[in-house]
């Protein structure tokens, strides 16, 4: 159906073509990517070959190149930012217009996260395209042999292919889409795209802090996360922090049989689900005295936003496969408080392999979102202080022996540093010059969110700089992102070189 | 310091031997014993290497096989009972005793508790004699090359070395000392030997069903479990009875950013901890209304047992290197209540593996130990009921996304048939003259325990049986029984040798 309907447009485009001034960009950016589908896709697969994730530095420092050179080659004066044991931590880029009043800086991020690649179905970094979403029925799709157009359902999986690697692709997309149809910019363009997002963005507040001239800019626009549940283009003016920990609940030094010590020697497992259990209610409430004291409030206008969302919760739920979601708001208000998630736990074996013993631990691996005003430190010390007021000994080594024996209750606690969040003033006129463009390059208003609930270092540029942050997702919501199977859904390409084509070209406040 | 002890004691036997009548019994079979020490250690070695364990039936069926072999070859008569898929339920030998007028069942399993091969230090199957317990500085020692005797601390690894094997090994070195000092049993000898308790015994029931003559008997001796914490040998007179459940709790079809999503859809590890939380407390008291309301009561004789046993807990706190026990009871008074066990928990994934994602399930493993007048079907009816009154939808299966769209919290359940425990009379003539015959091969009075914590099919031999049944271990309570590098500490083969010997050729009532 939407296949059917682009073909109506470009043949709309040609027919209008003739007289080319007349030609929106829209149009112009339409036609341009339907004439190039198998070259904006190989390019995204080539950057997705390229395994940059933590736990290969090299192929974190092999994606820098290749966009290093992918900026060269399109003409910007191009440096890395900060280069320990030969990993940069961000790409920059940059390149003038002549007679332009305002900088725009387009971020993105090219390190993806982690991968169990056991629990994908095709290596995660040797992308396959299917039909649609990942189901039995999902044939692979032989793109390189297909005529274009491609149909926009098709996706293309892998780890990073929309987190965040499709940004960077619609970025170069878009701007060559306005070269080739001599589009002149109406912005400076500078391009920062980070390899270490996915990790804590370690290095970015100094690579910030240390390059303030080189980034000195109006506005920054944030190439990270998905669009609206709906499928419809959106902007978001912030997103939560994050900080993850790591809990191991000591048992005792062996596995013992549970028969012979069960009800005596203490459950590492049980006393994990009790930790978990005091931390947290059934309905994701944080119930950590203390934690949400410094919540700011949503402002009136945030709410307003908030209220225009377009409904979502029944599609989801069925998507999902979800018979109620956590507490009784909608989704948006959910995520506009912190939160607490499980991200797995482990201890003693289950199936065939479980046996009737005592495991030694119970390993829970979490993370806080946060939102304004809260500080990782504020909520380290809440988190801290609750688990010592339940009796739990914290330490943050293996405990030895004398540890085990005076403490009743072990808990070893590993914090990340974490970041807190940030969120932006949606009445700015930068930001409403961005909510104009994006509108237009999708050809009717988009989405307006005030905070998103997955998280972005934005706080790093809010520290540095005073210019609006905003932020201009491009893939689509159900990309697996952080998960197995990780896809791109073309249809949200394609949309996102017009987003990108109008932010660069028709940016104007 | 008892390798000193022990050569004292053989030299006074060889000095008393002078006059062969007046040496007795225990004198003569720790002479056995100390000339045959390699030939026993090489017989358990050569069982243990047979994989008798359920996910190998192979295995399973060859350690039968080699048990027929090693009693035929001491004349015994010889049946397997039940044989499916080639392989037996359990080995059963008889030997009559001209002239005796009881007869003892020795009954002992086989196979052994299913095994993770990467928690080992060396190979399951594969046993490796070390000085002593496991800890780095244990080195292994290469028992065929030393000269007897061997030092009593030294350890034999392997699955199912201690859980029952040697209680098998000692059943046979006893018989042969027997022969060998040409000592006549007191009572007819028969031998059950299962091969399926570590799998639930499902076959046990009907063999005995099926077998009552050739199975008739005054006393069936068990010899399964471990002695004493303070190694001192024991009897005990019942065993709780088992029950396990794997319950799944269910999160979104697909791992989901938590970002996004956090807060809103179910985190099933956040889901499971609740459900453990709500059905144990942090004392590892059961809160499931009606599940502990058919518990028999301790009878004073009982409680008069249990005030008799030595004091351990303080000694096994530091043994396990734990800070507090569960509740506020000693050992003993615990393993009398039932249990809930966490034997495993697995969500998501932990270090660096782990994503912000919510997992798309958890997975719990967990048994529940009974006590008498407790049953099977009553325990799964109050759980069932605990769950569903707490907003569970109980399925059995992987639930379709029609079930899972109208439940709000959906749990698995697979429940294994369990069995339930039993506590024998610690006053009859056959019970006196167990302790009397154990206590004499110890050299003082022995241990007594009215019931093990660990399970042991008893129930089965009551249901078919009225002769009393009592428990006889001798394995080291430190061996590590349905864990990794489960062992044997030697002084306890050489201790449980004797204590078959007497029981063969010392028991009258």
């Given amino acids: 159906m939407q296949c059917i309907i682009r073909i109506t447009a470009l043949i709309?485009?040609?027919?209008v073509s003739l007289s080319a001034h007349a030609v929106d960009l829209r149009s112009k950016v339409q036609q341009y990517t339907l004439a190039?589908?198998?070259?904006?896709?190989?390019?995204?697969?080539?950057?997705?070959?390229?395994?940059?994730?933590?736990?290969?530095?090299?192929?974190?420092?092999?994606?820098?190149?290749?966009?290093?050179?992918?900026?060269?080659?399109?003409?910007?004066?191009?440096?890395?930012?900060?280069?320990?044991?030969?990993?940069?931590?961000?790409?920059?880029?940059?390149?003038?217009?002549?007679?332009?009043k305002r900088t725009a800086v387009f971020y993105a991020h090219y390190d993806g996260q982690p991968v169990t690649p056991s629990q994908w179905s095709s290596d995660p970094f040797d992308?396959?395209?299917?039909?649609?979403?990942?189901?039995?029925?999902?044939?692979?799709v032989d793109w390189k042999k297909a005529t274009p157009p491609f149909d926009p359902e098709w996706r293309l999986f892998g780890r990073a292919v929309s987190d965040d690697k499709a940004s960077i692709a619609a970025f170069l997309a878009a701007y060559d889409a306005l070269k080739a149809t001599h589009t002149r910019p109406s912005v400076n363009i500078k391009v920062l795209w980070e390899g270490e997002e996915e990790a804590g963005s370690t290095h970015l507040a100094?690579?910030?802090h240390d390059n303030q001239s080189l980034l000195a800019a109006d506005l920054f626009l944030i190439g990270d996360g998905p669009v609206h549940q709906t499928r419809r283009p959106m902007v978001y003016f912030g997103a939560r922090g994050v900080m993850s920990l790591e809990a191991t609940v000591?048992?005792?030094?062996?596995?013992?049989?549970?028969?012979?010590?069960?009800?005596?020697?203490?459950?590492?497992?049980?006393m994990a689900a009790t930790l978990i259990a005091q931390m947290r209610d059934d309905n994701g409430k944080i119930t950590i005295p203390g934690f949400s004291d410094s919540v700011r409030a949503i402002t009136p206008a945030e709410q307003a936003a908030l209220n225009d969302l377009p409904p979502v919760g029944d599609a989801l739920k069925r998507e999902f496969g979800i018979g109620r979601s956590e507490g009784s708001e909608e989704l948006p208000a959910s995520i506009m408080r912190p939160a607490l998630n499980i991200r797995g736990i482990r201890s003693g074996q289950v199936g065939d392999s479980a046996a009737n013993a005592i495991p030694v631990n119970a390993?829970?691996?979490?993370?806080?979102?946060?939102?304004?005003?809260?500080?990782?430190?504020?909520?380290?010390?809440s988190v801290e202080h609750f688990l010592s007021a339940h009796g739990w000994s914290i330490v943050s080594e293996e405990p030895d022996l004398a540890t085990r024996l005076k403490a009743p209750r072990i808990v070893r606690l590993v914090w990340d540093a974490g970041y807190p969040a940030l969120r932006s003033d949606m009445s700015t006129p930068a930001a409403k010059a961005v909510i104009a463009a994006a509108s237009k390059a999708a050809g009717a208003k988009v989405v307006v969110l005030p905070m998103a609930?997955?998280?972005v270092p934005l706080y790093m540029f809010a520290d540095v700089f005073a210019a609006p942050i905003i932020c201009l997702p491009i893939v689509n919501h159900d990309n697996n992102q952080h998960a197995a199977n990780e896809n791109l859904r073309l249809q949200n390409l394609w949309d996102g070189i017009n987003t990108y084509a109008a932010l660069m070209a028709e940016l104007n406040w």
Avoid: C
């Avoid at 005792?252 to 005596?264: E, I, S, V």
């Fill in 363 to 381: 390993v829970i691996s979490l993370d806080f979102r946060l939102v304004p005003d809260q500080t990782p430190a504020a909520v380290r010390a």
């Fill in 453 to 455: 609930g997955g998280s």
């Fill in 12 to 15: 709309l485009t040609a027919f």
């Fill in 206 to 208: 100094k690579a910030l």
């Fill in 250 to 270: 000591y048992g005792p030094l062996r596995a013992l049989h549970d028969g012979h010590y069960g009800n005596w020697v203490p459950n590492p497992a049980a």
């Fill in 127 to 140: 992308p396959v395209m299917r039909e649609h979403a990942l189901t039995d029925a999902a044939r692979d």
């Fill in 36 to 100: 190039h589908e198998a070259a904006i896709v190989g390019e995204l697969t080539a950057l997705t070959r390229l395994k940059s994730v933590a736990a290969d530095p090299a192929g974190i420092a092999a994606t820098a190149h290749a966009l290093e050179a992918a900026l060269k080659q399109r003409g910007f004066e191009v440096s890395e930012l900060i280069t320990g044991m030969g990993t940069p931590a961000a790409v920059f880029g940059s390149l003038k217009t002549p007679g332009a």
